[in-house]
Structures are given as C-alpha cells and as structure tokens.
C-alpha cells in the first residue's frame, strides 16, 4: 500500500488516517504507540485522539507529527498550514492558512477544481462576471469586463477573472463566436465550504456598505427592521427568506437576458442582543 500524497488532502486529521493505514499495511507490527514515541509524547492514545477529532495538535505536539511522519521542507510546511487550517480561530487565520495552501503549486496540481472554486466564491466579482455573460452584448474582453464590473475592477483582475471563469466552465464560448453562461459547478471541499461562504458574504457585505454611499437612491434599495423575537422564530424566519430569495430568483430569472445591470440582493437577519441575561 503506497503512502499517500499529502497534497491531496485538506484535513490533516484523514491524512493521518491513511498514513497509519499505509504505514501498518506494510509493516504489521507497526503501531501507534511507536508513532508517537516518535513525536516525542508519552500518551499512547495521542494520534487515535487526534485522528478521531478529540483532541487538537499545538504548536509543540505538531512539531513532533512532522518528525514522526518524516516530513521535509515544502511537505513539513504543507502539513502545519493544514493543521493551521483546521484549527484557525478566526476567518482571518483561516484564510491566511488557505493561501499557504493554495499557493503550493502541487496542491494546485493534486486539487485544481477545488482551489479555483474557492477562488471563484472568495473574489466579489467574479459571480458578477459570471452573471453579465447573460447579457447579449457581452464580450470576453478584460477591458470591456473591467468597465462594466461596479465599481470597477482593473483590466488584471477581470482578465483573471475570465480565465477562471472558462477554467471551472462556468461560461463558454457559442459557435458564433460569442460567450454564454454554462452548466459548470462550484466544488467547495467540506474543509473550506464555511470559509468560502464567509469570504463570499464579506465581500458582498463590502460591496453593500459601498453603495449606500456610491449609488443613488434612485438605483437601491435598503430595508432595515429591529424587533424582538423568540429563538423557536428563528426557523420560520429563515423559511420565509429562503421563500423570498426562491420568488426572486424566480422573477429575475424569467425575464429575457437585455442589457441590464447585475444586482445583488441581500436577504438576512442577526442578533442585536443576548437573549438572556
């Protein structure tokens, strides 16, 4: 059984999993307590806790990982940017591991579909772009795109922009000569599925607080409302917004593709105080 490629992997803890599973198909007399006699612990439990999610590596602890799995250099590197990724306690941590990762050029060859995806939900932009290959007058031209995008993005960006968007086939060109949007999909890997939908929000959420500032009134909307309600609401509420973004998707996308601005629509709600004292 061969040792499996670390850059394949986005959680450590499976990683872990296999390597043992590798390592005691070869050697039968291989064991955990070997393993971790080799990090420099004396818990003869430590990798199944940590395996199995019950307890977490620190600083010291993954050091000592890194000894015993033999990692070097880029790979030693590679496997503490993973456990940083899991074990991040803010989105600003996580992201700064996910960079780390994603700018491994064989994590990039190993997990391509997966890295561009979370590109694609982590860049405001690139969804708008994605939505004005809707219109007829649209053009894969990175100056063209960079103008339309609001506010405007640079001519580099919206050049990457377009290449990704081609990459994850989310447009395509038309036997004319044209671009449409296409039936690609967005694969987020379950390690970085809340990461991306947080990074997407922020980016909106930025864009939000933007334009109460940039656009007319005339060209927005703004609905605001503070009440007090119940925690057992709070699915109901959800159900209800959940119902609306369905209507709105539903008018929008029932009306013939013109020359019309991309919106966006936000649709949320949040706490403002405890709900006990």
């Given amino acids: 059984m061969d040792a499996p490629d670390l850059h394949r992997y986005l959680d450590y803890r499976s990683f872990l999993a296999d390597w043992f599973a590798a390592k005691k198909a070869s050697n039968p007399r291989y064991s955990h307590r070997a393993f971790v006699r080799r990090t420099g612990q004396k818990s003869p439990s430590l990798l199944a806790d940590v395996i199995a999610g019950r307890r977490n590596l620190t600083t010291s602890t993954a050091e000592g990982f890194v ?9 030693a590197r590679f496997f503490r940017l993973l456990v940083d990724l899991d074990q991040a306690a803010t989105p600003t941590e996580k992201n700064v591991a996910w960079e780390g990762i994603a700018a491994s050029r ?21 969804p708008v772009i994605r939505e004005l290959a809707r219109r007829p007058d649209f ?14 993005i640079s001519t580099k960006q919206a050049e990457d922009a377009l290449e990704l968007l081609f990459d994850l086939d989310l447009i395509q060109r038309t036997d004319d000569g044209g671009v449409e949007q296409s039936g690609g999909t967005v694969a987020t890997a379950r390690e970085v599925a809340g990461l991306a939908a947080h990074n997407y929000h922020q980016g909106m959420l930025d864009r939000a607080k933007d334009a109460l500032h940039e656009v007319p009134s005339s060209e927005r909307h703004y609905l605001a409302v503070t009440v007090t309600a119940p925690p057992s609401l709070v699915p109901k509420l ?7 973004q369905d209507r709105i998707l539903d008018l929008c996308g029932g009306t013939d593709a013109g020359i019309d601005p991309v919106m966006q629509f936000h649709l949320h709600f949040f706490p403002l105080s405890r709900g006990e004292g």
């Fill in 67 to 75: 000894k015993a799995l033999g990692l070097k250099g880029s790979e």
């Fill in 106 to 126: 064989r994590f990039r060859e190993a997990r391509r579909v997966e890295g561009d995806s979370m590109r694609y939900l982590s860049t405001w932009y690139v």
């Fill in 139 to 152: 053009r894969a031209d990175a100056a063209w795109v960079a103008k339309q995008v609001r506010p405007s």
């Fill in 238 to 244: 959800k159900e209800e917004l959940n119902a609306l």
